[in-house]
């Protein structure tokens, strides 16, 4: 099944409503879901908010994946950055991918939408609703951060 097109009238066209309730689940390994893209902008970000050389970062962070820069999970079933409270401990330097969960195109197929990420992911339903156009400029922006790199 395609994602909705920017042009035709998706399902979510009255918006969505997430609020991160910081429980930490996407930030745990299952099925399809198990890297974490790294941009070279969001590898500068994190070695500079961990106070290490990009080239320090990437030995100890990172490891290549069919092309790609991930982070390096070393057997977790969860990110390294992930505390045990379910918390990030790299926050404010989180990479792209994370900021913009769950607005990811894939995600955004009523059925998965409704099968696998909300039964998920506690903030669905909950808080701001996101209108279709931030939907769809965020899962647009996310698309042009990794293609980019």
Request: proline letters at 6%.
């Amino acid at each position: 099944m395609k994602p909705p097109s920017k042009k035709s009238k998706s399902w979510y066209s009255n918006g969505l409503r997430f609020e991160c309730q910081r429980c930490g689940k996407c930030c745990t390994n299952r099925d399809r879901y198990s890297f974490v893209y790294m941009t070279q902008a969001d590898v500068e970000a994190m070695a500079k908010f961990l106070g290490l050389p990009q080239a320090q970062f990437r030995e100890r962070h990172c490891e290549e994946e069919d092309g790609s820069t991930v982070l390096r999970n070393g057997g977790l079933p969860r990110c390294q950055f992930q505390a045990d409270d379910g918390s990030c401990t790299v926050h404010p330097a989180r990479p792209e991918q994370c900021r913009s969960w769950p607005f990811w195109r894939e995600n955004l197929v009523r059925k998965t939408w409704e099968q696998e990420i909300a039964p998920f992911c506690p903030g669905v339903g909950e808080g701001e609703l996101h209108s279709a156009e931030e939907i769809e400029r965020i899962a647009s922006h996310d698309e042009e951060w990794y293609e980019r790199d």
